[in-house]
């Protein structure tokens, strides 16, 4: 038996694109929700 081969470097960046992907849209979520509520406070004051 081999030893096992390394993570490439092309592997770890697709687990990081994938993770990403997976991440982006509630964050995005998150900080336009905050923005709006912000906004909201600036308009109302």
Not at 4 to 13: M, S
Not at 22 to 34: D, H, T
Request: proline content about 9%; aromatic content about 8%.
């Amino acid at each position: 038996m081999r030893g096992e081969p390394k993570p490439d470097w092309k592997d770890f960046l697709a687990l990081v694109l994938a993770a990403y992907s997976l991440l982006l849209p509630p964050l995005l979520a998150v900080l336009g929700a905050l923005l709006l509520f912000t906004l909201l406070l600036g308009l109302l004051r």
